[in-house]
């Protein structure tokens, strides 16, 4: 089959490559190649198309070799650059794991402005802010502050896609991530961690009072919204947020969760993070409404279709 467009998503093994992944695959002229070294992703998390036009190779984009055989191999027009090591306590004990994703990022724009790439997708991350200045996070006025490795890297990122385009001409798109939760999400973050302990009717532990606040984005938001920015060709050269405008506080995320799982257990309060964990996180999310043209899924909505979803493994 003449497929209109070759797509790469790296990472795409992890919980949000994945699903962005099986979005643009449902467009039958989209050949999506999903790369991973499954260092923290799943093969069981790379989906399977009606169209069959999914391949997965497993890679790693920190290997020039690997990479740039599958970008020889494929010739892409887009790409989706989600790879990363994540996970806060992960990214905060493997400080030097977390600077080589820097290669990763040289890698592939150096393939991507030599090969004829239109445009690069990039998974940034809130964590590029810091502690915050000022509420909501904007993309364009609040400073970047953060020292943590994985925060530096993003920003690093973000440095990198903005200097090839100025200098090559290579068009970019940045997602900055807020938390993003749903049904094949790993339990080392926060709301899947939370469900599954309840289930089980587990202590539920939290870092310090529990009155540091976060946003919470359903999968299905994030991916919407992302794949629209590519379908209807938005933003290009910009940093979008992606993530919700609802501000809770943790402690308060695992009162609803326990309420919504008609658990019996009990919060637990543990000694706060020596870092890493700031005291709020709320983006403007002016131009991902824009992407959706639609309200959120909310909170409580978003933990129901976990809940109901035979992909959620305790």
Not at 139 to 155: D, F, G, M, Q, W
Not at 177 to 186: A, D, I, L, M
């Amino acid at each position: 089959m003449a497929y209109q467009n070759h797509i790469l998503v790296t990472g795409g093994a992890g919980f949000v490559a994945s699903g962005i992944a099986e979005k643009l695959a449902q467009d039958p002229l989209n050949l999506v190649v999903v790369v991973d070294n499954l260092l923290t992703g799943s093969i069981e998390k790379v989906p399977v198309s009606p169209h069959n036009n999914i391949r997965f190779i497993k890679c790693d984009v920190n290997r020039f070799g690997d990479i740039s055989s599958v970008f020889f191999a494929y010739r892409f027009d887009y790409v989706f650059h989600y790879a990363a090591v994540v996970g806060v306590q992960r990214t905060l004990d493997n400080p030097v794991l977390v600077l080589g994703d820097i290669k990763g990022i040289r890698n592939i724009l150096d393939l991507c402005k030599n090969t004829g790439v239109r445009r690069v997708f990039y998974s940034s991350s809130s964590e590029v802010y810091g502690e915050p200045v000022e509420f909501p996070q904007n993309e364009e006025t609040t400073p970047l502050n953060s020292r943590l490795p994985y925060a530096i890297v993003k920003n690093v990122g973000e440095a990198f896609l903005k200097s090839y385009q100025k200098e090559f001409g290579l068009n970019y798109t940045i997602f900055r991530f807020f938390n993003t939760y749903g049904p094949k999400q790993s339990r080392d973050f926060v709301i899947s961690r939370f469900i599954s302990r309840a289930l089980r009717n587990d202590d539920i532990t939290i870092y310090g009072d529990g009155s540091q606040t976060r946003t919470f984005c359903y999968i299905d938001d994030n991916v919407e919204a992302c794949s629209a920015a590519f379908n209807k060709n938005l933003f290009i050269n910009e940093v979008v947020n992606i993530g919700s405008d609802r501000e809770l506080q943790i402690l308060d995320l695992a009162k609803t969760i326990i309420r919504a799982t008609g658990s019996k257990s009990k919060i637990v309060h543990l000694p706060p993070l020596a870092e890493g964990d700031m005291t709020r996180r709320m983006p403007d999310t002016s131009k991902m409404n824009d992407l959706l043209n639609r309200k959120l899924i909310p909170l409580e909505e978003g933990i129901r279709k976990i809940l109901a979803d035979t992909r959620f493994i305790l």
